[in-house]
């Protein structure tokens, strides 16, 4: 059974500090990663992905993927309260299914 | 730029009934389509996808089914609802070699 695997917190972290979010892989032939961000009862909005084992950058967010460990994570920078929702790791697994974590809930104390 | 469209947005059912929930996309052509149910605080099921119109692969042998009549029409289907069905059904689309998954806003299903 192919998996993605987080923690389901709830992560706290203090306004402006670095939110670290991970997420693990069983499916070593996965190709892309996602990391969504789903505010509570809202649908899952698209932060950023990434397929290339390394860093990517968008703005405060910063996706980490390292494919040898089949791991994948989000660090937020200058966290804010407005950044507390339920994140999301997704992946790839082949074809065009995707597979979902079960999420990891943050939230940035003001 | 793209749009997905869910309708309705809340549904409050009784066992037993039917169900029809529809999805639209406008903006792209010929997107892979798909069919998740959230249930509270757990994570995304996929129950179905489509790459074109008429083909439906279902991922979950259940009472649901999926049908796409049109290339950006996706419609999740019931003949009688389970207690157990509740839940809130996303529909999302995807063109990018990525495939990268759009969501639109979502039914929140309670069968009571």
């Known amino acids: 059974q192919k998996e993605v695997e987080q923690n389901s917190g709830p992560l706290s972290v203090p306004e402006g500090a670095i939110a670290s979010l991970n997420c693990t892989y069983s499916d070593r032939g996965s190709q892309s990663f996602f990391w969504y961000r789903q505010y509570s009862g809202k649908s899952p909005e698209l932060i950023m992905f990434i397929y290339s084992n390394g860093d990517k950058e968008d703005g405060r967010f910063t996706a980490q993927l390292n494919k040898a460990s089949q791991y994948v994570s989000l660090l937020i920078r200058d966290s804010q309260p407005s950044d507390s929702a339920t994140y999301l790791c997704?992946?790839?697994?082949?074809?065009?299914?995707?597979?979902f974590g079960a999420g990891t809930r943050l939230f940035v104390k003001a | 730029s793209q749009t997905i469209h869910q309708w309705p947005a809340t549904l409050v059912q009784p066992v037993g009934s039917p169900l029809s929930l529809e999805c639209t996309v406008e903006g792209t052509s010929n997107p892979n389509l798909y069919w998740y149910r959230q249930a509270a605080g757990r994570g995304l099921q996929l129950l179905f996808y489509s790459v074109g119109i008429g083909q439906i692969s279902s991922e979950v042998p259940q009472n649901l089914s999926a049908s796409r009549p049109q290339d950006r029409q996706f419609i999740l289907s019931s003949k009688k609802l389970l207690l157990s069905d509740s839940g809130f059904y996303l529909c999302a689309w995807s063109s990018g070699r990525n495939n990268e998954q759009f969501f639109g806003p979502g039914t929140r299903l309670t069968v009571l």
């Open positions: 997704a992946a790839l697994t082949g074809g065009f299914k995707t597979i």
